[in-house]
């Protein structure tokens, strides 16, 4: 179907959500004021934005999405909707008919027949953790490599993201981005993964952290810069967005803490290993990301994950004065 308005729509999926509000704050050329703004036209990227909240718009009801994009036709249709806590999602473990599959799978695939019928292009957010990282496949892993396809080496969570990437498979007008342990300084300090961890030790609160677990770090700003390109050029494929290296969390913690608050040696470590004796599926232990061939396409910089500390913690500082 051809659009029958003239102004040219992006319809966000799951916009009050961890990032989802964060690119409503970028789209409109704001930090962190009107956040709640729902219905603008951005002049950055030059179209007019609808982002519904869940009350107005449930992804997992057909009949919403088919009237809103009656009334809409959008032209590119991004989703942040997902159920992205890991702890909550294992006690669903197994359940197709819980929560957290319903939003992670099925409704990606009703936002995604949708699109396919209007011819709007849809950019799906999807995650690290829809690799094993396990010590027979491990990471970083690059943008070919195809989500685990067995379900004992995953998390719930995990699986629902990766069964949520299967389902865009005969969708030719599609871009997946992966992400993976997400910081800006304009997050809540409790859901931002560097954020968090400054927020616990300040209230004495940080608990062990593993030294021998290998991940890559996403910032924000780079996220939507890659989405910003997406956007204009209606790229297909599966895009990362990652730091160029890997970190431990224990090394992370270390670095942030000791450049910001000037204290060392007042992180505690943990082997991961040690975790798995009770919760085996839970976390990956060599993940994270390689974006090598994203940065090359888009034209996107990579960032040491130290570097992305430092710019966490300048804008941290800025943001005091």
């Not at 800006?184 to 940080?206: A, E, M, S, T």
Request: contains cysteine; aromatic residues 12%; positive net charge.
């Amino acid at each position: 179907m051809k659009s029958k308005s003239k102004v040219k729509n992006i319809l966000i999926l799951g916009g009050s959500g961890f990032i989802g509000s964060n690119f409503l704050r970028f789209a409109h050329g704001l930090e962190q004021d009107n956040q709640n703004k729902r219905d603008f036209l951005s002049k950055k990227l030059q179209y007019r934005i609808i982002a519904p909240s869940h009350e107005q718009l449930d992804i997992l009801n057909v009949n919403q999405l088919s009237n809103i994009f009656k009334d809409l036709f959008p032209e590119i249709v991004i989703n942040f909707a997902a159920h992205r806590d890991a702890n909550s999602a294992e006690l669903q473990r197994g359940n197709v008919d819980g929560s957290v599959w319903k939003t992670n799978v099925k409704g990606v695939g009703n936002i995604s027949k949708i699109c396919q019928e209007y011819g709007s292009f849809f950019i799906h957010i999807s995650t690290d953790m829809v690799f094993s990282g396990s010590q027979n496949n491990p990471g970083p892993y690059d943008e070919k490599t195809k989500p685990e396809i067995k379900l004992e080496n995953l998390s719930w969570y995990g699986w629902t993201k990766a069964e949520g990437e299967r389902v865009l498979e005969d969708n030719k007008k599609t871009a997946i981005i992966r992400v993976g342990n997400v910081t800006n300084i304009l997050y809540d300090p409790k859901l931002d993964y560097v954020g968090k961890i400054l927020y616990l030790f300040d209230r004495n609160k940080l608990y062990s952290l593993f030294s021998d677990q290998y991940l890559t770090l996403t910032y924000v700003p780079s996220m939507f810069e890659v989405m910003e390109t997406l956007i204009r050029k209606k790229i297909n494929g599966v895009f990362h967005v990652a730091s160029r290296n890997v970190f431990s969390p224990y090394e992370l913690a270390k670095y942030l803490i000791e450049k910001i608050r000037g204290k060392t040696d007042v992180v505690r470590k943990m082997s991961i290993n040690d975790y798995f004796k009770f919760s085996p599926h839970r976390y990956p232990q060599y993940g994270g990301l390689l974006a090598k061939e994203t940065a090359k396409q888009l034209r996107v910089e990579l960032l040491d994950w130290e570097r992305i500390v430092d710019l966490y913690i300048a804008k941290m500082s800025s943001s005091l004065h």
